[in-house]
């Protein structure tokens, strides 16, 4: 499903730099250089590959698209399958379960059942299961991370860039008529670095660290679900009590 928030704010960001550009007497045209691209793209990309694994890496450009295109975050049917397996191990006793335990759709849910099913203490399952729950969380927050990082190197190697511009206009200094456009295109690697940090990477990254809350509030969902299974709590006041994570969620 479109993110159409996340789709609107990228226009329009990138809409209002370009409009106000054309609306100041300048033109579009003027903002397109070649080099200042090269510069900053292979600037920025080369200090972020020298930042992180290329696991991460490949990570967080797969994760491009969950940007822009959300996921389902609908709780209901999740509770909905909670509530059914509470009430089938209320009614039939904990071992009724493990039958129903291959229908389960969520992965963490299934592999939390299956330690009610063995046996193990609550104390145990509550401990392995964060332990999970962390870890994906850490693993989901990669992507944000790297998109952050090469938020912060953009704009440094912007300005390098425009140094670098600078440097080729104090040796056309013999011909005052090319200096003005010299200085001009300079500075496009400087608009290059702070606009593609704080209309594209930063944003990006903060909407993956809102993507990975998100799942952790889902997987914390299921723990207290399973917690409850395993305690023998009424369906209808467990259900009561997951419903609180839908009003936490938002789009």
């Not at 990006?204 to 305690?231: H, M």
Request: proline share 4%; no cysteine.
């Amino acid at each position: 499903m479109l993110d159409l928030v996340a789709f609107i704010g990228t226009v329009l960001g990138v809409g209002a730099v370009l409009g106000g550009q054309v609306l100041e007497g300048g033109s579009v045209g003027q903002v397109v250089q070649g080099t200042a691209a090269i510069i900053v793209a292979g600037g920025t990309l080369g200090a972020t590959f020298l930042s992180f694994p290329l696991s991460d890496l490949k990570r967080a450009v797969g994760m491009i698209r969950e940007i822009y295109f959300a996921p389902q975050e609908d709780l209901r049917p999740l509770i909905q399958e909670i509530i059914e397996v509470a009430a089938l191990a209320r009614k039939e006793g904990v071992l009724a379960i493990d039958a129903k335990k291959g229908e389960l759709q969520d992965p963490l849910l299934k592999k939390g059942i299956q330690f009610v099913v063995d046996g193990f203490e609550p104390a145990t399952v509550r401990e392995v299961l964060e332990a999970q729950i962390d870890r994906a969380r850490s693993e989901d927050e990669v992507a944000a991370r790297v998109f952050e990082a090469a938020g912060g190197y953009a704009p440094t190697v912007g300005i390098l860039g425009a140094v670098l511009g600078l440097i080729h206009v104090m040796s056309m200094l013999n011909d005052p008529s090319k200096i003005g456009e010299g200085i001009a295109v300079a500075f496009v690697a400087t608009v290059y670095g702070v606009a593609s940090s704080n209309l594209l990477l930063l944003p990006w990254g903060a909407k993956l660290k809102r993507r990975a809350q998100q799942k952790a509030e889902s997987r914390e969902l299921v723990l207290q679900g399973v917690l409850g299974i395993q305690e023998g709590l009424n369906p209808q006041f467990l259900k009561e009590k997951l419903e609180v994570f839908l009003g936490e969620k938002s789009a």
